[in-house]
């Protein structure tokens, strides 16, 4: 193999599916379960023409209020106690919210939550000066620094490795996050090579996602990764720095044009809003058996045509989930309680989530066939003998 061959063999391998059995990737996707993000502002350093969330130096005014970050702290223990084992904190860049920052995370760890953050290092210009960070920032265990070709039009490499070696030396973990384009571009291959060479720590590598900034970068439409069979990997629901709340934290994290809707996490228990996340039918669908069924559904009522729809899962969920008409037909399909008690069957199953299914249960008394009923109760009683699992487990 060339080593243009072999670095693409790397980023194939990459891909959480191809590298997993059917028990890891059902591990996988119940991260979502007890995993929650917080977006604590879409300020950045940077204006990378591959962002997301179109974050910039421009848009301080969006950085989460301290007074809502306090009270977000306060509600730490009662979200350990709901079942929430870890937390990462992400933006824009999380470091220009350093107060919200450390005050959530000194909260979620001193109650036993693994903490993480996203960030691109543009505050390690001098070892020392990131040596002093992390050190501060003691709460944080996992440390996620971004580089890419469009990170590296304004940061230096030197910079970002910088605050990749200060973290690793302080005996945190560290992923390095790598964004690439499919197929990847020469300064691509020279970046991950140089990454490569990084001892001790994990490198992460996804393409280019044409949302936010990204859409005018014109990317080629991707035919290769067969996504009617690749479930929703979401890692959880994103409390944003205004307090509404995103399914996950790639193609739908900035969007508000979407049937996964949650309220304002300011106003309500963060326990309340990650319930409503756990049991929401659709996002609970896809999350379990991914698009294939769905992609028939609309077909069938020639809502869609499949053969113009991407084919990878998460740009494939934002070119569906963002048309009134599409979400409306799936929200009647899903809604019957007959197909609700399947997802619900289907989750419990496979990913081990038992709330919706006492939702449905609780919600559905007597609508169910008698032997449906029957069968659900046993199977209750079967997993949960004590009348247990329906509360946060």
């Known amino acids: 193999m060339t080593f243009a061959a072999n670095v693409q063999a790397d980023f194939g391998k990459m891909d959480p599916v191809t590298r997993m059995t059917l028990t890891e990737l059902a591990g996988f996707q ?45 509600q730490m ?4 106690a709901a079942g929430i084992r870890s937390m990462s904190f ?7 919210a350093r107060p919200q920052l450390k005050v959530m995370s000194e909260a979620a760890a001193a109650v036993g939550i693994h903490c993480g953050v996203v960030t691109a290092g543009h505050w390690a210009n001098k070892r020392e000066a990131a ?3 992390v050190r501060e920032f003691a709460a944080i265990e996992s440390w996620d620094v971004s580089i890419d070709s469009y990170h590296l039009d304004w940061v230096e490499m030197e910079t970002v490795v910088n605050a990749i070696c200060a973290a690793r030396d302080a005996g945190r973990t560290v992923s390095v996050r790598f964004t ?13 090579k140089a990454i490569t060479k990084i001892e001790g720590v994990k490198i992460a590598s996804q393409r280019v996602r044409a949302e936010g900034r990204a859409e005018k970068l014109k990317l080629e439409k991707s035919d290769k990764y067969s996504p009617y069979l690749k479930p929703c990997l979401t890692q959880g629901m994103v409390v944003r720095y205004d307090g509404s709340v995103a399914p996950c934290c790639l193609n739908l994290v900035e969007s508000r ?17 990650h319930r409503d996340y ?10 379990t058996m991914g698009f294939a069924e ?17 084919d990878d899962a998460c740009d494939l969920c934002s070119a569906v989930m963002q048309r009134p008409d599409v979400t409306k037909r799936l929200i009647e399909i899903v809604s019957e309680p007959a197909m609700e008690l399947r997802i619900a069957m289907l989750a419990s199953r496979v990913l081990g989530e038992h709330e919706m299914l006492h939702d449905v249960q609780a919600r559905n008394a007597g609508r169910f066939p008698p032997h449906e009923a029957k069968l659900v109760d046993e199977y209750l009683k079967a997993i949960d003998p004590d009348g247990e699992v329906g509360a946060y487990a």
């Open 30 to 74: 119940s991260i979502a379960d007890h995993h929650i993000t917080f977006s604590l502002t879409l300020a950045c350093p940077l204006s990378c023409s591959h962002c997301i969330v179109n974050a910039s130096p421009l848009l301080k005014h969006t950085t989460m209020l301290i007074e809502s970050a306090r009270d977000y702290a306060s």
């Open 77 to 80: 223990p009662g979200l350990a």
């Open 90 to 96: 992400t933006g824009g860049e999380p470091f220009l």
């Open 131 to 133: 040596d002093r960070l």
């Open 180 to 192: 690439y384009t499919d197929p990847p571009t020469d300064r691509d291959l020279a970046i991950h």
């Open 257 to 273: 044009d979407h049937p996964f809707q949650f309220g304002d996490a300011r106003t309500r228990p963060l326990t309340e809003v």
């Open 278 to 287: 756990r049991v929401q039918p659709l996002l609970k669908l896809i999350r």
């Open 294 to 310: 769905l992609v028939d559904w609309l077909e069938a009522d020639g809502l869609i045509d499949p053969t113009d729809l991407p």
